[in-house]
Structure formats: structure tokens, C-alpha cells
């Protein structure tokens, strides 16, 4: 086993992050009673579309995400895991002037990363401090019109996201003390970058590899083909398309965890009418699995996450409907449903942790509301169905 210990000021505390390489983490391979928890918060609205959209969670259970309020503003929320809510804006941000602030992820010390935007402005990334503190991200020389965005954060506090300027977005990181670096993947500079081409990096690990989608400029008669990357914490791009995809234009959005797998959608087939997803894992020494959705082999899944163990979440369509489902798929390749109330209409796995806690939404069709859940785990031959 090798220890890898790395120490780092937030918010004026010193902590020290351990890593443990090519272990899984203790607390990820205890078997507990599987349990499904729903949850609102105390500002959520009851109006229809109202109710709070979890987007995160980390390993100790604090959830951040949006909620619409009782006032049909949008804001960002974080969620203890006493269950205690906090809701904020980004700086300069007015819900009441059609501002919304969208976080995308929190790391194991409470830090949190996204997006916000005023009514009518350009979208800015931010990144709030477990005190409070929210900071906006700069570009450096940025125009007025730059539209910035943080999807990933690790648990040393390196974010990762894009920015799009005249049409062509770039990947970069910006790290703890505030230091930002573009990353964009080589690739985009082989043709000349046209318009939606570029680089955009979904998700970062604790090593510093960073996963994500390509998008490069390849001329007539198609405009761009999209491939996924890995960059390697040495700045390598290694680039791949799933087997199984339709030619060079499948990838759809790409995660890595600490042990170098990758998990994400891509374009299985196409049917007449739309094209089909599904999703992949990718293991470090380059080999493919892929998964379908269960309920038929023209309705599409979507990975939205994974974690260390390489159990992932997302949603696939029913068998009947154009609505969506919450699923886990675990890292023997069982893939089940997470199931809600018969009132259920529709649901989302938005992220898990590194003990398999899923975090996600689903939608009462009596209410026409948004509601928050957790869902803990059972080893997958424990018992064949999520929803015991």
C-alpha cells in the first residue's frame, strides 16, 4: 500500500487530505441496510416545479444542489448531513431579478463549485468556501461576454471547468491559492476551432487526472467529431471512443475516480427518430464495458457519476415513457432501479460519495414539486431490487 498525505489551508483551518492508492476506502466496503430517505428543505416552495434538485454530495453526506423557494427564486443550497439547510446566491446574483446560482459539486471538506448568472448576463463560475466566503472566477483576459463554468472540485480544493470565448471553449483549472491554468487538450489546435468546438472537462480526481469530452473541428460535411480524454496529472492527453459508439461523434460526458477509471454516456445507436445512449466504464489499462438501459434497446441511459469503487448513477428511460429513472449500477455490473413513491414521475441519480450513498431528485406527479433523496446502499447480492 502506498500513502500519499497532503496538507492545504481551508478556511483557516490546516488539514491534511490522505490518500490511500490502489485501497478502497474503508468506510465504501461496509455492507449496510440498504434505506431510502427523502428529504425537503425548510425555503422549498410548493408551487408546481418548485422543491429543492440535489447536484452533489460528498462522503460525510453534506448535499448541495438548487431549490426553487417559496417565492419561485432559484438558489444554490448546501444540506448537512444533521440535515440542517443553508441557502445562498453567487455575488451579484438576485433571484428576484431571474439570477440563479446552479452549484455542480462539493468535495469532502465542504467546498463547493459551480455556476451562477444575473438576468441577461453571462455566466460566471464560483466557489464557496465551507465559511461561507464566495468567490467569483476570473479569466484572465476575459471579455464582458465570457461564460464561465466549474463542474469538478477535488478534496485538495483543484476545480476544473470551462470557459467560452467567441464560441470556442477551453478547459482550465483553478487551484485553492486562486491559480488559474488553461488546460486545452492539443487536439483542438490540429484544425482551425470552430464554432461549439474545444475542450470541456467534467471531472477532476484526487491525483489530478481530469476526464472529460473533445470536441474537434474536422470540416465538411461534418463540423466537429467529440472524443473522450484523460488527461494524466503530467498534462498527457489520452484519448479514446468507445468501441461500441457510432463512429467518432459518440461521447457525451466522461468522470474519472482515484483509480483511474473512467465512466460515462455515449452514443450506442442510431434510431429513427433520435439517437440512443448508453453508458461505458473504461478500466486504466484502456478496456471497455458498456450498459444499456433496461427497458428496452431503443430508450437511453445517462451516467451522471461515479465513485471510487466504480459504482455509478444516473437515470434511463421506461419502458412505456419518455420519463426517467434513477438506477445504480454496481461495480459487478448489476444494474438496479432506485424506486419512489407509486406518485413518482420521474427521478435522477445525481451523484454518489465514496460509501455508495446516491443523491438525487425525483418529481411527484400529484404535486408537480421536486423533491430531494438519499439512498444507501446494500451489497448488490444482498437482494436483487433497490427499493426493499
Not at 192 to 215: K, Q
Not at 356 to 378: A, E, K, L, N
Request: include cysteine; charge should be negative.
Amino acid at each position: 500500500m502506498r500513502i500519499s498525505i497532503h496538507c492545504q489551508k481551508i478556511a483557516n483551518f490546516q488539514v491534511c487530505t490522505v490518500l490511500f492508492i490502489f485501497v478502497a476506502l474503508t468506510l465504501s466496503m461496509t455492507a449496510s441496510p440498504q434505506k431510502l430517505t427523502m428529504f425537503d428543505l425548510p425555503n422549498a416552495g410548493a408551487a408546481p416545479g418548485s422543491g429543492p434538485q440535489p447536484t452533489g454530495i460528498n462522503i460525510f453526506g453534506a448535499i448541495t444542489g438548487i431549490v426553487v423557494d417559496n417565492h419561485n427564486y432559484l438558489h444554490g443550497f448546501i444540506r448537512t448531513p444533521e440535515g440542517e439547510s443553508t441557502l445562498f446566491d453567487a455575488p451579484g446574483i438576485d433571484p428576484q431579478q431571474n439570477g440563479a446560482t446552479i452549484p455542480t459539486a462539493i468535495n469532502d471538506f465542504g467546498v463547493i463549485v459551480g455556476w451562477a448568472f444575473p438576468d441577461g448576463g453571462p455566466v460566471s463560475a464560483f466557489r464557496r468556501m465551507p465559511d461561507g466566503t464566495i468567490t467569483t472566477i476570473k479569466v484572465p483576459g476575459a471579455t464582458p461576454y465570457t461564460q464561465t463554468y466549474l463542474y469538478s472540485i477535488n478534496d485538495f480544493g483543484v476545480a476544473t471547468g470551462k470557459f467560452d470565448s467567441n464560441g470556442i471553449m477551453h478547459a482550465f483549472r483553478y487551484s485553492l491559492d486562486g491559480k488559474f491554468t488553461e488546460i486545452d487538450d492539443p487536439e483542438v489546435g490540429m484544425n482551425p476551432p470552430i464554432f461549439d468546438t474545444g475542450t470541456i472537462p467534467y471531472s477532476i480526481n484526487n491525483h489530478g487526472e481530469i476526464a472529460g469530452v473533445v470536441l474537434v473541428s474536422i470540416g465538411s460535411p461534418f463540423p466537429s467529431a467529440n472524443h473522450g480524454f484523460l488527461r494524466t496529472r503530467k498534462g498527457e492527453f489520452i484519448h479514446f471512443d468507445v468501441p461500441e459508439g457510432i463512429d467518432s461523434f459518440s461521447m457525451i460526458n466522461a468522470y474519472v475516480n482515484d483509480r483511474g477509471v473512467v465512466a460515462g454516456t455515449y452514443v450506442a445507436q442510431q434510431a429513427v427518430d433520435h439517437d440512443v445512449t448508453a453508458g461505458f466504464q473504461r478500466s486504466p489499462d484502456g478496456s471497455f464495458i458498456v450498459f444499456a438501459a433496461p427497458t428496452g434497446p431503443l430508450k437511453n441511459l445517462w451516467v451522471n457519476a461515479l465513485n471510487f469503487e466504480g459504482t455509478t448513477t444516473g437515470f434511463f428511460e421506461d419502458a412505456t415513457t419518455i420519463f426517467d429513472h434513477a438506477f445504480v449500477r454496481f461495480d459487478d455490473g448489476r444494474l438496479v432501479p432506485i424506486r419512489f413513491p407509486s406518485s413518482e414521475e420521474e427521478s435522477v441519480g445525481a451523484a454518489i460519495n465514496d460509501r455508495g450513498i446516491v443523491v438525487g431528485w425525483w418529481f411527484d406527479s400529484t404535486t408537480s414539486t421536486y423533491h430531494g433523496y438519499t439512498w444507501s446502499p446494500r451489497r448488490p447480492d444482498e437482494n436483487e431490487h433497490a427499493d426493499d
